[in-house]
């Protein structure tokens, strides 16, 4: 699909064929009590994809707003994520069900579950793997994934896995192993903002006053050129709508590359960098 012809409305077939919207929602450090007026807001503003985790403890919130918002749940994306292992197979899958059943009730699902970090170490992503897998298989989940996961970690799940790869990998955009994916994955671009961090950045801003737009929304643009899906987080209304208003205008080769040049690699991670070997 030719860049210039991206629309809010747009998604990605993951490699099961489910779509996944290519425009997410992000909820990280969205608390309890704000948590669910944001992802409405987001939803007003046609977000169709909203990302939470069981660490974040926000899941029966971003439910809440999904059942508030009137909108069938088939139009609307949910992903979460397992933050820990139980100590079984069978453990972990109830771990897994509460959050399904805290985001979407007793007979729910979500649409995409992740392992959240690789660093939980070999025994412990086998044990995540198959939980998610067994899940998957019942139908409570439409797609599985992982999170912090670099290509050594991927590989290494070939010895268990029944479904491999796994359909999506999300990352910190500046965390290299995205660019050696096995194909397929799709990658979920999280801090696609960072975090507001460089919003003084040079390069950025004139990209930004060139196009009339605000640095977020550069970034944004950017992380849907790159054809990654950006999970942009705001809990400020007005952020919220501006950041899902990128599809007015577009980045040139040359912005694109001068984005790619500011890429730090490892040192310029705010949270976590991803290592290829395991
Ligand atoms: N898998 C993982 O390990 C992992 C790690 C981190 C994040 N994530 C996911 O990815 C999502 C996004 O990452 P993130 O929340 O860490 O960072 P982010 O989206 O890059 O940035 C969010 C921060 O930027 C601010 N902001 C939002 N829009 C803005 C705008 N237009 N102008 C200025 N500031 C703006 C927000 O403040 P306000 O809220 O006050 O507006 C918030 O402090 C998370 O929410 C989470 O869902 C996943």
């Known amino acids: 699909m030719a860049a210039t012809k991206l629309k ?41 994809h909203i990302d939470t985790a069981q660490y974040y403890e926000n899941e029966k919130e971003v439910g809440n707003a999904v059942k508030q918002s009137g909108i069938p749940r088939s139009e609307i994306f949910i992903t979460t994520k397992v933050v820990e292992p139980k100590g079984s197979i069978e453990k972990s899958y109830e771990s897994l069900l509460n959050s399904v059943r805290a985001i979407d009730g007793e007979d729910g699902y979500v649409d995409l579950f992740l392992i959240h970090n690789a660093a939980v170490g070999t025994g412990p992503r086998k044990e995540l793997w198959l939980a998610l897998e067994r899940l998957y298989k019942e139908g409570k989940t439409k797609s599985i994934g992982v999170s912090n996961y670099g290509v050594g970690h991927i590989e290494e799940m070939k010895e268990y896995a029944s479904v491999w790869p796994p359909h999506v990998n999300q990352l910190e955009v500046s965390s290299p192993p995205q660019f050696s994916k096995p194909k397929g994955i ?63 205008f577009h980045l040139e080769k040359d912005e694109m590359d001068k984005l790619d040049a500011l890429d730090q690699g490892k040192n310029g991670s705010i949270c976590l960098a991803v290592s290829n070997s395991l």
Do not use: M
């Open 8 to 48: 809010i409305t747009d998604a990605a077939p993951l490699l099961n064929s489910v779509s996944i919207p290519r425009l997410g929602f992000g909820s990280y450090l969205s608390t309890t009590n704000q948590c669910t007026a944001s992802c409405l807001e987001s939803l007003k503003a046609e977000y169709r």
């Open 186 to 248: 799709v990658v979920e671009a999280y801090c696609p903002l960072v975090r507001n961090q460089k919003a003084e950045d040079s390069t950025l801003t004139a990209i930004a006053k060139n196009h009339h737009v605000s640095g977020a929304q550069v970034l944004v643009r950017y992380s849907l050129q790159k054809d990654w899906v950006p999970l942009p987080k705001s809990d400020t209304p007005s952020r919220i709508v501006a950041n899902a208003d990128v599809y007015g």
